[in-house]
């Protein structure tokens, strides 16, 4: 339509020219009856305009009507729409696999995995040399209903050339018992200390560090049953108990009926101001062993108790870490063992020592993506005696320490690539490691925990 | 004696610890700012409000902390915004909480994101598509509109949770629809400059705020949502805003500033900070000022 007016209006000067230039050469009749005509033109498009005006106003009016049943079907459409199509994969549990794989390079040969004074468990050592595929995590977890949460970790591991699975967790908990209470039940990492209930992938260095390494065999983990309680006050105070199977070192045989093991753990925690927040604990974990086999063929038969504190501060500016942040954490054990020890081809001898392992580490990440961490760890034993002299538990003379410097880039939250280097000292030869590995994560999101 | 001394001072004990459980007031846990000043104007005095984050901090980026479980743990109701947001801290801190009354699928929770229509819902659902949310973006707060849509769900929850508070939460809510309708048809007379023109985010997280004012982004500092400017990608972006300006650069004020402040140097091109959420800056103290104060600052370099 407005194209339409607009050639007409376009024409007319050429209609108006075309009329006019025969014009001069005609008399002043013709002029006459010419300006007759241009009257009569001007009365014509003045009555036209005028009609294309009044439609072209019929025509806003019905425009803007449309608009505004346009937005009116826009708003009712802003309503939320139903989430995701009905199907019976819509109820699929969250599902992450963590992949990991390293190089590590020692000075000292790698057949030097012992740490003396300690009889440690067959994961405590420093690992393969060379190209190696770490522990791959297969994790499974949903709300089961509305009363019980579920999670499965299965680790598939591949040590000196055979491959195999091992389930790391497989528990259930409770969501809405009453009185902040939550209960557990299954198998999964103990609460005790700061850093046992994280898998390993989470670790801010490549390795544990040495105590939990020595002592806990990277991780305490059993079969059991869990009770937390949380104090309904804005500072974080709980405390939880676990009773255990005792079939997982440092416990080993499950004594006791198959309740051979258990825990107390209390945490506290808060913020200190919006950039820095804080937790510590103190845990006791008190294990019954029955032929316990650790480092290459010992046995122990007796009883180990263990008292961990922990302490960890985050700061943060502004609270907001994804910039920067810097996390210092460091814990404190306390060992003591007693009973009978059969050290690898020996004889059984009485056996009763203190032991005592820390650990201090700090992290900064000092630019988005990247990290940069010093971690400084150490061992003390008691010297177990003459009896005991040459085996796995003989010091020889050393307290064990281990240094260690960390660099590691996360493109995402998903991937991670880390450099190490450790200066090893648990052993009177130093042993300078190189390691390199990479951590990656597939599927459902983890978790940022404290 | 002895026995009634006793008694008073059991008396005595339980008349400290009432006023503790008695205390009648709907504890409100907020996951981000915009929640905690809704859920404060509608709830008034019949609510306790916590606010788990601040503006200056990244609502994806959060940590679960000791804090922030034992508020949960006393809440009568959680409001956050969902669709994957908070998918890195929320569900963990459910899990440590102990509290039955907030966990998914009660009346105690509840989520700003399921009250709207989400914009940008992936075709492609890939990790190689950087951090990017199946419901869609769930950024909803920068369109007032949004925020009244949740604003009357919400004062409905909060009136099915305490019944007995529920014409103050009604009245409440009528009160701030009116003046929040007002407020609208203000800013948007006001922001009537800002339509049609070009800006370039730090991070995709302003598409309700452009569909609100007809803004239109042709560009983001992040190569991939979540993935942090990169020196290549930032290099590309200059090139290309040199053959098709924009009128502005934007990031949220929990941004770093420095990779839009590069741009800004190397182009031209005007960079600005948007509060993002109330408290962002000093003029956004509260919902009202968040608005006008993201206007404000737009219209100083886009006219």
Redesign the interface.
């Known amino acids: 339509m407005h194209n339409r007016l607009r050639h007409r209006a376009a024409l007319l000067p050429l209609a108006l020219a075309l009329s006019i230039t025969p014009a001069f050469a005609g008399s002043s009749d013709d002029i006459a009856q010419i300006k007759q005509m241009l009257v009569h033109m001007k009365k014509e498009y003045a009555a036209r305009i005028r009609q294309l005006e009044k439609r072209l106003a019929k025509a806003e009016q019905r425009a803007k009507q449309a608009e505004t049943a346009a937005q009116e079907a826009a708003d009712a459409?802003?309503?939320?729409?139903p989430?995701t199509p009905q199907s019976a994969n819509a109820f699929n549990p969250g599902i992450g696999l963590v992949m990991n794989g390293r190089f590590q390079h020692f000075s000292r040969p790698a057949s030097e995995q012992a740490i003396p004074g300690f009889s440690i468990g067959e994961e405590g050592g420093k690992g393969d040399e060379g190209l190696s595929l770490g522990e791959s995590e297969l994790g499974i977890s949903a709300?089961i209903d509305?009363k019980f949460?579920g999670q499965f970790t299965g680790s598939f591991v591949s040590d000196g050339g055979a491959d195999g699975i091992e389930i790391e967790e497989a528990f259930i908990?409770?969501?809405?018992?009453?009185g902040?209470?939550?209960l557990r039940a299954g198998r999964f990492l103990s609460g005790i200390g700061y850093l046992n209930s994280f898998h390993t992938h989470a670790d801010d260095f490549a390795d544990r560090p040495l105590p939990y390494r020595a002592m806990l065999n990277n991780a305490y983990k059993d079969d059991g049953v869990e009770v937390?309680?949380?104090?309904?006050?804005?500072?974080?105070?709980e405390l939880g108990g676990e009773l255990l199977a005792g079939d997982h070192y440092p416990a080993g045989g499950r004594a006791h009926n198959g309740v051979g093991a258990w825990a107390a753990f209390a945490?506290?925690?808060?913020?200190w101001d919006?950039s820095n927040?804080?937790?510590a604990g103190l845990s006791y974990l008190d294990t019954e062993a029955r032929d316990r086999e650790s480092g290459d063929g010992d046995l122990f038969t007796g009883h180990s108790h263990l008292w961990i504190a922990d302490a960890v501060w985050?700061w943060a500016p502004?609270?907001?870490?994804?910039?920067r942040n810097f996390k210092l954490q460091g814990e404190l054990f306390m060992r003591s063992e007693s009973g009978a020890f059969t050290p690898d081809g020996g004889t059984p001898a009485g056996y009763s020592t203190d032991q005592n392992g820390w650990y201090l580490q700090g992290v900064y990440q000092f630019m988005?993506?990247w990290r940069f961490g010093l971690r400084i760890a150490g061992l003390e034993a008691d010297d177990p005696g003459p009896a005991l002299a040459g085996s796995s538990l003989d010091t020889l003379g050393h307290d064990p320490r281990h240094y260690s410097a960390m660099l590691d880039w996360s493109?995402?939250?998903?991937s991670r690539l880390r450099l190490q280097y450790n200066r090893d000292e648990s052993r009177p030869l130093a042993d300078s490691q190189i390691i390199l590995q990479y951590v990656v994560a597939?599927g459902a999101?983890?978790?940022?925990?404290? | 004696m002895s026995t009634s001394r006793n008694t008073l001072v059991f008396i005595i004990i339980l008349a400290l610890l009432t006023p503790l459980s008695a205390q009648a007031a709907l504890n409100v846990f907020a996951c981000e700012p915009e929640w905690g000043a809704l859920a404060r104007t509608i709830g008034g005095d019949a609510a306790t409000v916590f606010t788990a984050t601040t503006a200056h901090q990244d609502p994806h980026h959060i940590q679960a902390r000791p804090s922030l479980i034992a508020r949960m743990r006393r809440a009568d109701l959680l409001v956050c915004t969902g669709a994957e947001l908070e998918i890195g801290w929320l569900p963990l801190l459910l899990r440590k909480a102990h509290n039955g009354r907030v966990q998914p699928g009660q009346l105690g929770y509840f989520l700003a994101a399921n009250q709207v229509r989400l914009l940008e819902r992936p075709t492609r659902l890939d990790r190689s598509e950087g951090d990017i949310h199946a419901q869609g973006n769930p950024h909803i707060q920068t369109d007032p509109r949004n925020i009244a849509r949740v604003a009357k769900a919400l004062a409905a929850r909060m009136a099915e949770l305490d019944p007995s508070q529920a014409e103050g939460y009604h009245r409440r809510l009528t009160d701030f629809d009116d003046r929040w309708q007002k407020a609208i048809a203000r800013w948007e007379q006001r922001a009537a400059p800002l339509k049609g023109a070009a800006i370039v985010v730090h991070h995709r997280q302003w598409p309700y705020f452009e569909a609100w004012l007809g803004l239109h982004q042709v560009g983001e500092l992040e190569p991939k949502p979540g993935i942090p400017p990169t020196p290549g990608h930032l290099a590309e972006l200059k090139a290309r805003l040199k053959a098709n300006p924009a009128k502005a650069i934007i990031h949220a004020a929990y941004m770093d500033p420095s990779p839009a402040r590069w741009l800004s140097q190397k182009t031209g091109i005007p960079e600005v900070t948007l509060p993002f959420t109330v408290g962002g800056t000093d003029a956004a103290k509260d919902l009202f000022g968040l608005f006008d104060d993201t206007i404000d600052r737009l219209l100083k370099v886009i006219q």
């Open positions: 459409a802003n309503a939320p729409a989430a709300n509305d949460y908990q409770t969501l809405d018992l009453p902040g209470l939550g937390r309680w949380l104090a309904p006050t804005d500072l974080f105070v945490h506290v925690g808060g913020d919006e927040s804080w937790k985050k502004g609270g907001n870490p994804y910039e988005p993506r493109n995402s939250e998903f597939l999101h983890g978790a940022h925990q404290f």
